[in-house]
């Protein structure tokens, strides 16, 4: 095979996946079902969004010239890449409609039984993810945003889950609802439980709190399905399996953390579209 014939063989290959989440944008490149690279960004504004869809239509590069969103290190990736997206923020969905390669995967593409119709599209990927490579059944803790918990059966079939406000989000919201509580920024090991200044005190509570309740869900889980899975993803994941470590380490040993969950289920629908 010529060299040129191998290059256009491998771009052909070349696809992108967007999962547009509520704090910020993931993304993956992949060259057939080899994810080369994730990388996340901030939501975009529709000029960086026009500017970065117009460099991929005249067949430019496609991070060519934008700080972001681009793989870091500006790998070179074929121009025109398909945009395979997942999104549970629609102001955000309809920058990339204009896009001529563009595939919105919806819940109607995932096959999952006993899906309600409100049921978040990353929710149901992260859990087709876990289960091509770890089967049925299987628990998703994803800790983004929101914080969701989602289990499925061993047939595939959805159980159902949680919903809360995850660890960015608590944090948050405590500041911004009381007087004398300043920011909090994200702490990078487990706070002291019992915490003797302010700041520590708001990590303590987030983080013990969120973690205990998740633990409690993990254990009612395996009371149903002593065999199942269970995924952790997210950002806040890091945390959570720390959180584990310290407090449950049988349980955290068993935990599987897979940070990029999302292009599992993403890369496995596309598959079966494509046929
Ligand atoms: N350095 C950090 N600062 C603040 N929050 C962090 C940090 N690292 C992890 N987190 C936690 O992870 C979350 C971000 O995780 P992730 O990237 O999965 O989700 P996201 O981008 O916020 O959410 P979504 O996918 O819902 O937009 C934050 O909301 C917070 O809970
Ligand atoms: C819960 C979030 C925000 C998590 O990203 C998302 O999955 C969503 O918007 N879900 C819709 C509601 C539901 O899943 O029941
Ligand atoms: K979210």
């Given at each position: 095979?010529?060299?040129?014939?191998?290059?256009?063989?491998?771009?052909?290959?070349?696809?992108?996946?967007?999962?547009i989440?509520?704090?910020?944008?993931?993304?993956?490149?992949?060259?057939?079902?080899?994810?080369k690279?994730?990388?996340?960004?901030?939501?975009?504004?529709?000029?960086?969004?026009?500017?970065?869809?117009?460099?991929?239509?005249?067949?430019?590069?496609?991070?060519?010239?934008?700080?972001?969103?681009?793989?870091?290190?500006?790998?070179?990736?074929?121009?025109?890449?398909?945009?395979?997206?997942?999104?549970?923020?629609?102001?955000?969905?309809?920058?990339?409609?204009?896009?001529?390669?563009?595939?919105?995967?919806?819940?109607e593409?995932?096959?999952?039984?006993?899906?309600?119709?409100?049921?978040?599209?990353?929710?149901?990927?992260?859990?087709?993810?876990?289960?091509?490579?770890?089967g049925?059944?299987?628990?998703v803790?994803?800790?983004?945003?929101?914080?969701?918990?989602?289990?499925?059966?061993?047939?595939?079939?959805?159980?159902?889950?949680?919903?809360?406000?995850?660890?960015?989000?608590?944090?948050?919201?405590?500041?911004?609802?009381?007087?004398?509580l300043?920011?909090?920024?994200?702490?990078?090991?487990?706070?002291?439980?019992?915490?003797?200044?302010?700041?520590?005190?708001?990590?303590?509570?987030?983080?013990?709190?969120?973690?205990?309740?998740?633990?409690?869900?993990?254990?009612?889980?395996?009371?149903?399905?002593?065999?199942s899975?269970?995924?952790?993803?997210?950002?806040?994941?890091?945390?959570?399996?720390?959180?584990?470590?310290?407090?449950?380490?049988?349980?955290?040993?068993?935990?599987i953390?897979?940070?990029?969950?999302?292009?599992?289920?993403?890369?496995?629908?596309?598959?079966?579209?494509?046929?």
């Amino acid at each position: 095979m010529s060299n040129s014939a191998t290059e256009s063989g491998r771009d052909a290959r070349n696809w992108l996946a967007l999962s547009i989440g509520n704090s910020r944008l993931h993304w993956a490149w992949f060259q057939g079902e080899v994810c080369k690279q994730v990388w996340h960004s901030p939501h975009l504004d529709s000029a960086a969004g026009e500017k970065l869809i117009h460099g991929w239509n005249r067949g430019e590069l496609w991070c060519a010239g934008l700080e972001s969103p681009g793989p870091p290190g500006g790998e070179a990736i074929a121009p025109n890449p398909p945009l395979w997206i997942a999104s549970v923020v629609p102001h955000q969905l309809a920058l990339w409609q204009s896009y001529g390669r563009f595939y919105l995967i919806t819940l109607e593409d995932v096959p999952l039984l006993g899906l309600y119709p409100t049921l978040g599209i990353d929710r149901a990927l992260a859990l087709v993810g876990a289960a091509r490579q770890w089967g049925w059944p299987v628990l998703v803790v994803d800790a983004g945003t929101a914080l969701t918990l989602t289990g499925a059966d061993p047939e595939g079939r959805l159980v159902g889950g949680a919903i809360l406000p995850g660890f960015g989000l608590q944090l948050q919201s405590l500041t911004e609802k009381t007087a004398a509580l300043p920011p909090v920024t994200f702490p990078a090991t487990l706070p002291p439980r019992w915490a003797l200044t302010t700041p520590e005190a708001i990590a303590s509570g987030v983080i013990y709190g969120i973690g205990s309740g998740v633990r409690d869900f993990i254990e009612d889980w395996w009371q149903r399905f002593p065999t199942s899975t269970v995924v952790i993803t997210g950002g806040g994941g890091e945390m959570l399996l720390r959180y584990l470590q310290e407090s449950a380490p049988e349980m955290a040993k068993q935990a599987i953390a897979m940070p990029d969950l999302i292009f599992a289920g993403i890369c496995y629908i596309k598959q079966q579209q494509s046929g």
